[in-house]
Nanobody, 135 residues
Framework: QAHLVETGGALVQPGGSLKLSCAASGFDLNRYAVGWFRQAPGKEREAILC??????ATEHGHSGWRRFTISRDDAAVTLELNNLQPDDTGIYICAASRVRYWSGSYVCPPLELLGRAAEDEFAYWGQGTQVTASA
């Protein structure tokens, strides 16, 4: 059965860094654009960053992305979280999309423009990994 698995979440002190990884089982993740989302306590799920299937293009959400970097290789999609702050606390979830095709690659929807509506373009979702930034 096709699914995504996130790893790398942890408890860190403010100012710390983490690397989260998203891997697929049951389908070829290299053929999908992949996005990272965050579900913070008491808040709506929000998009952070997304990367095209080729790795050549990225999209960012409305906020919370400036200290983060997304990248990918043949095995997984990585989200690097730098200078973590308590507001970054939440469950980080990856998702895969294969809706928009451009110049030989599946690309991400415009996350900031579409807001929550962008989630409709992601067919596969993981369960998430918990990130907590606290002293």
């Amino acid at each position: 059965q096709a699914h995504l698995v996130e790893t790398g979440g942890a408890l860190v002190q403010p100012g710390g860094s983490l690397k989260l990884s998203c891997a697929a089982s049951g389908f070829d993740l290299n053929r999908y654009a992949v996005g990272w989302f965050r579900q913070a306590p008491g808040k709506e799920r929000e998009a952070i960053l997304c990367i095209s299937s080729s790795g050549g293009a990225t999209e960012h959400g409305h906020s919370g992305w400036r200290r983060f970097t997304i990248s990918r290789d043949d095995a997984a999609v990585t989200l690097e979280l730098n200078n973590l702050q308590p507001d970054d606390t939440g469950i980080y979830i990856c998702a895969a999309s294969r809706v928009r095709y451009w110049s030989g690659s599946y690309v991400c929807p415009p996350l900031e423009l579409l807001g929550r509506a962008a989630e409709d373009e992601f067919a596969y979702w993981g369960q998430g990994t918990q990130v907590t930034a606290s002293a």
